[in-house]
């Protein structure tokens, strides 16, 4: 039973991906960010954090699109062993 808002949970931060401040497209476009993980997991969290500072988002706005999960569902009623994945990331 994993909740993402437990506050026992101990998460751990795999990375980051930055964004550009969209100046190229005059303020216009999308960025579209490909990243893999091969990691066997069962909850995952998303942080958002500020954007670029720019003159057409007065009110600091950040908005996702889209995300796009591919792999394998676990069935839950089927013990899995995360020791592999506790070694190299800490414990989930």
């Known amino acids: 039973d994993d909740d993402p808002f437990d506050p026992e949970i ?3 931060r795999l990375g980051h991906v930055s964004l550009g401040d969209n100046s190229k497209s005059a303020y216009k476009g999308r960025e579209r960010q490909s990243i893999t993980l ?3 997991l069962r909850t995952m969290r998303l942080v958002m954090h500020e954007p670029h500072p720019t ?3 007065p009110y600091n706005q ?3 699109v ?3 999960f591919t792999g394998n ?3 839950p009623h089927v013990a899995v062993d ?3 994945a506790e070694k ?3 414990k989930y």
């Open 62 to 64: 950040v908005s996702l």
């Open 73 to 75: 569902v676990l069935d």
């Open 10 to 12: 101990n998460w751990r």
């Open 66 to 68: 889209s995300l796009v």
């Open 82 to 84: 995360f020791t592999h």
């Open 38 to 40: 091969n990691l066997t």
């Open 88 to 90: 190299k990331y800490g």
């Open 55 to 57: 003159k057409y988002n």
